[in-house]
């Protein structure tokens, strides 16, 4: 079945960095999301983006479906922007996979 | 945006007994799932309910799992009887279109004693 690989694990920066954070997939894929989980473990999608590039505020991704890979650009970090980003990928089916997610810290 | 709510945010039960978790979905969503993450693993699909009937399921669905969605309330999963090994955040979503971007709840931490 699909699998979904997130890098890198864990990401440190100074606020005001860019952020870029890669999702790779197994199979090609039909569905594939961005997700923002904060540290008390609620979720919030980010980015619904299977092919292309979208914006949406500091965020940017970028999915290149024939070589099953997408990115998420975090411009001008800020310190709420700590957590874990889940990229999740579906292939035609009814569910999506997640991969392990990268931790990312932001300090001031 | 379109919200999907869960009820409770927390449940805290003994072993063996039984437990529903709701789900509210987005008002005019016609699938809905339910997602398993273990504390500090990665989240993983249950179940995919469509029309009344389970579309397709993984293997963490087990026989003491179900879903339903009477009249058009509450989807629902209830674990009869529940296990250690329950214990988890359970996310609850839904989307309009079977292959369509996915709305997620906040989730509805389970923990069996």
């Known amino acids: 079945g699909q699998q979904v690989q997130q890098s890198p694990s864990s990401l440190v920066l100074q606020e005001g960095e860019n952020a870029e954070l890669q999702c790779n997939f197994s199979?090609?894929?039909?569905?594939l999301q961005w997700f923002y989980q904060s540290p008390g473990g609620s979720l919030v999608s980010l980015l619904s983006?299977?092919?292309g590039t979208k914006h949406t505020g500091r965020l940017t991704s970028t999915t290149v479906t024939k070589e099953r890979r997408s990115s998420l650009h975090i411009s001008s970090s800020q310190t709420t922007d700590s957590g874990t980003y889940l990229c999740?990928?579906?292939?035609?089916?009814?569910?999506?996979?997640f991969g392990s997610g990268t931790r990312l810290l932001v300090s001031p | 945006g379109p919200k999907v709510l869960q009820i409770p945010s927390h449940q805290i039960i003994d072993m063996g007994q039984m437990v529903t978790l709701n789900c509210d979905p987005v008002?005019?969503?016609?699938?809905f799932y339910w997602y398993k993450q273990i504390l500090g693993q990665q989240m993983e699909f249950l179940v995919n309910f469509y029309n009344g009937k389970v579309m397709e399921k993984s293997k963490l669905f087990k026989d003491q799992f179900s879903v339903e969605r009477p009249d058009g309330s509450y989807f629902t999963l209830k674990i009869q009887p529940t296990a250690l090994e329950d214990s988890a955040v359970y996310f609850c979503?839904?989307?309009?279109?079977?292959?369509?971007?996915?709305?997620f709840g906040p989730g509805t931490r389970l923990t069996v004693l």
């Open positions: 199979s090609t894929a039909t569905q």
């Open positions: 008002s005019n969503h016609l699938y």
């Open positions: 979503a839904s989307s309009l279109l079977g292959r369509g971007g996915q709305y």
């Open positions: 999740a990928s579906g292939t035609g089916g009814y569910k999506v996979v």
């Open positions: 983006n299977p092919s």
